[in-house]
């Protein structure tokens, strides 16, 4: 189920036709024009919606807008075709990206751990990744975290197979995960904020895992940009690193930054789910870094959810896909220690 560079970019293409990759609202000024290709529209991405909307992107020299590429697999080739300077999304595409042959370096970290909950119905005895066996669990489409991310944790620690286990991955589409849990359809529900909080305040159910306490810190979600645009545009790269550290600095020393900007950027979503949610997010010790660095010990643990997971066939070395120079010094200038 991994596709092919070229079937990605079609996708890509398809997708930009169809209007999903419009821009995001965002503070802008004079600057180096740059589009950054997240995959989804998610609350764990927040760094970006912060840098945005307090000008810090702009602060750096950049005029940047956010837009939404539609799936975790499609920022790559956007990418890598030069539509995009720089794009965010599982590591695990950069490497499939370069298994096709494009080069492309993991440059920050957006989400440093796994940000994700599973949630069911109030009367649920799920209390532990071994309660899985045998449950059916609604998910997004794949390849998405949200099975990625329960199928690593069942293997890694909860010693078991998934699918030698019974379980089953009811996969829908975005919202519906649930619903399906609370008419009987599926047992539980793995999913990322809002969802969380939309779960248990319009359907009853409660959050009975957190994958991120499970699995621990590991650089969930990165930004990464093509070899070619790095050593031409070293600047430019510093200028972007520079605002997502500012912007995770800003969030951690007020946490109401990111209630304010999510309530810009999620119109939709009520403000009572918002302001669950950013208890969430910020109770957790890794989901919002505290910087964008990427260490080698992060690089390998998602490299082993992402095996785990199914999302990739074999990993490729911290050496080869990461740049972290550019954010150390970010990280040093404007970022907050550990």
Known sequence: MVMDRRSLLK??????????????????????????????????????????DK???AKHGLEADVSTAGGIALPTPIVLSGRAQFGVTSPGMSVNAAREGGKLKNIAKIV??????????????????????????????????????????????????????????????????????????????????????????QFGLKPVLSFGDIIGPLCFTTAMASEEYIAKNPATVQGFCNALAEAQKMMHADNAVFTQVAEKYFPKVAPSVIANATKNFFDSRTAIPKNPTISDAEWTRAMELELG??????PLPYAQMVDNSFALKAAKDFGVAG
């Open 11 to 52: 996708l890509s293409l398809a997708g930009a036709a169809a209007g999903v990759f419009g821009p995001l609202s965002a503070a802008r000024a004079a600057g180096t024009p740059v589009i950054i290709s997240e995959a989804l529209r998610l609350g764990m991405y927040s760094t970006l919606y912060v840098a945005a």
């Open 309 to 314: 997971g199914g999302s990739i066939k074999s």
């Open 55 to 57: 000008g810090l992107f």
């Open 112 to 201: 440093g751990g796994v940000s994700m909950w599973a949630m069911a119905r109030p009367d649920s005895q799920i209390k532990s990744i071994q309660d899985l066996r045998g449950k059916t669990i609604a998910t997004l489409k794949f390849p998405s975290s949200t099975i990625q991310v329960p199928t690593y944790a069942m293997k890694s620690v909860g010693g078991f197979d998934p699918k030698e286990a019974g379980v089953t991955f009811l996969e829908l589409p975005a919202g519906a995960q649930a619903a399906a849990v609370k008419d009987g359809r599926a047992d539980v529900a793995t999913a990322f904020e809002w969802d969380i909080s939309i779960g248990a305040e």
